[in-house]
T-cell receptor
Framework: DGGITQSPKYLFRKEGQNVTLSCEQNLNHDAMYWYRQDPGQGLRLIYYSQIVNDFQKGDIAEGYSVSREKKESFPLTVTSAQKNPTAFYLC??????????????FGPGTRLTVL | AQSVAQPEDQVNVAEGNPLTVKCTYSVSGNPYLFWYVQYPNRGLQFLLKYITGDNLVKGSYGFEAEFNKSQTSFHLKKPSALVSDSALYFCAVREPYGSSNTGKLIFGQGTTLQVKP
């Protein structure tokens, strides 16, 4: 799982609560990504950021929010507006620029369960 | 629109036999292709990539993949499977260079590889 850490490993949320998932990397990568993984559906992109203080919505951003105040950190908040948040969440990072092949390196994941 | 397809939900193979996990892609321009492996409740691990050059790419743990431009395929292969290879495998393609240059990866649905002793 390289130089990317995610915490907590397991997270339980009550209905109506917001929760924040942590993602930190020490790879000096500019770009960071959040994915959601559901059984049989592969990975779906939630948000991504190519540079500090900038981020873009992915394919399923509704009910989620992010911030990118530091290069190393890209926390994801799952808000109460996300109707079905139970899933496995994966954070990734990559280099950017035309000289790189841009493979993404993944953290170990956070499993979120709504009670 | 770019896409990746893994036509098999599951591949079963006996230990010691060769294995193939299939991947086809659709992307305009030259593709950057990747294979990742995921063990239960873990993140994805990078296996190999094709950027340019030799169509046969060698990666981690004895895996290799063959890029076939005419068939738009990038199948993952290993000459002799191990029980420990049993995992979920994802093929991915990177968005072609463009004005956005986001580096976004598009993933296939994943293929479960089951290697029986």
């Amino acid at each position: 799982d390289g130089g990317i850490t995610q915490s907590p490993k397991y997270l339980f949320r009550k209905e109506g609560q917001n929760v924040t998932l942590s993602c930190e990397q020490n790879l000096n990568h500019d770009a960071m990504y959040w994915y959601r993984q559901d059984p049989g559906q592969g990975l779906r992109l939630i948000y991504y950021s190519q540079i500090v203080n900038d981020f873009q919505k992915g394919d399923i951003a509704e009910g989620y929010s992010v911030s990118r105040e530091k290069k190393e950190s890209f926390p994801l908040t799952v808000t109460s507006a996300q109707k079905n948040p139970t899933a496995f969440y994966l954070c990734a990072s990559s280099i950017t620029g035309t000289s790189g092949s841009w493979e993404q390196f993944f953290g170990p994941g956070t499993r979120l369960t709504v009670l | 629109a770019q896409s990746v397809a893994q036509p098999e939900d599951q591949v079963n193979v006996a230990e010691g036999n060769p294995l193939t996990v299939k991947c086809t892609y659709s992307v305009s321009g030259n593709p950057y292709l990747f294979w990742y492996v995921q063990y239960p409740n873990r993140g994805l691990q990078f296996l190999l990539k094709y950027i340019t050059g030799d169509n046969l790419v060698k990666g981690s743990y004895g895996f290799e993949a063959e890029f076939n431009k005419s068939q738009t395929s990038f199948h993952l292969k290993k000459p002799s499977a191990l029980v420990s290879d049993s995992a979920l495998y994802f093929c991915a393609v990177r968005e072609p260079y463009g004005s956005s240059n986001t580096g976004k990866l598009i993933f296939g649905q994943g293929t479960t590889l089951q290697v029986k002793p």
